[in-house]
């Protein structure tokens, strides 16, 4: 049977040159190390809070922010210690399709936001992950800062701990 639990290894960092082109395989790291082996072993998806900038509103779904605006305010009301990581994500995509189809939203793009780090070209980027539905498949990549962040756009933040 299927069910909504996710277990992290949260023991190892997780590797990031799996997922960055070969260009940018010179990393300096997480932008914000303290909270990357930070959360639950084990969380159901079903639990996970949905967070939008305080600019975007479901009255206007064409509106949209910079990364720079969303990560100003995640950290302004301390809420990035909350957010998934880059292990979070590894976790999900290894539960497979049926369970993302399951449990998580389809036409959404999932940020791991306690997992930006910058580049070894100075680029932020934020881990991301969504399913194709042309390859039915869970893809995981990264976005950079200027991302355009909407609706389509969200960050999921684990149950207050």
């Not at 299927?2 to 010179?26: C, G, H, K, M, W």
């Not at 302004?76 to 993302?100: H, M, P, T, W, Y």
């Not at 070209?121 to 869970?138: A, D, S, T």
């Amino acid at each position: 049977m299927l069910t909504a639990i996710v277990q992290v290894d949260r023991s190892v960092r997780p590797i990031y040159t799996d997922y960055i082109r070969e260009t940018e395989f010179n990393i300096p790291g997480p932008k914000y190390p303290e909270f990357e082996l930070t959360g639950p072993r084990e969380f159901d998806v079903t639990k996970l809070r949905v967070w939008l900038h305080s600019r975007l509103d479901q009255a206007y779904p064409e509106r949209s922010i910079c990364t720079r605006n969303v990560f100003k305010e995640l950290q302004e009301k301390n809420l990035l210690r909350n957010c998934l990581s880059l292990a979070d994500l590894q976790a999900i995509q290894a539960r497979g399709v049926d369970f993302f189809k399951a449990y998580l939203p389809l036409d959404k793009y999932l940020f791991a936001s306690k997992s930006a780090f910058l580049t070894g070209l100075g680029r932020f980027n934020v881990p991301c992950i969504f399913y194709n539905k042309h390859e039915n498949k869970i893809a995981l990549y990264f976005v950079d800062f200027y991302w355009s962040w909407n609706l389509k756009s969200i960050i999921l933040l684990h149950a207050k701990q």
